[in-house]
Nanobody, 120 residues
Framework: QVQLVESGGGLVQPGGSLRLSCTAS????????MDWYRQAPGKQRELVAT???????NYADSVKGRFTISRDNAKKTVYLQMSSLRPEDTAVYYC??????????????WGQGTQVTVSS
């Protein structure tokens, strides 16, 4: 049973910071690519950050330089440190796992995610 539980969202002012966490179970976490996505109401889901098993990272242009993805394999957790937050970062943030070199997420159910609201 693949389980991905996001946490850490909340309300923050523009320019503020949040750290999101995603704790995984039900698969061999350490060998998977982990991704953070976000989706605002009425908008498409957007891949915002990726981290490979050996901790190579990649970011969407919209968040590059502001967000940092990291992972702790011992805790089976992937993090998204978000800084210099903007109102346009407001969205529900989701994590998922992926086999390297593939595009299909491991977990077909996107679940609840965690809400990030950036508002002045």
């Amino acid at each position: 049973q693949v389980q991905l539980v996001e946490s850490g969202g909340g309300l923050v002012q523009p320019g503020g910071s949040l750290r999101l966490s995603c704790t995984a179970s039900g698969f061999i976490f350490s060998i998977y690519v982990m991704d953070w996505y976000r989706q605002a109401p009425g908008k498409q889901r957007e891949l915002v950050a990726t981290i490979t098993a050996d901790s190579n990272t990649n970011y969407a242009d919209s968040v590059k330089g502001r967000f940092t993805i990291s992972r702790d394999n011992a805790k089976k957790t992937v993090y998204l440190q978000m800084s210099s937050l903007r109102p346009e970062d407001t969205a529900v943030y989701y994590c998922n796992a992926r086999i390297y070199g593939t595009t299909r997420p491991l977990y077909d159910y996107w679940g609840q995610g965690t809400q990030v609201t950036v508002s002045s």
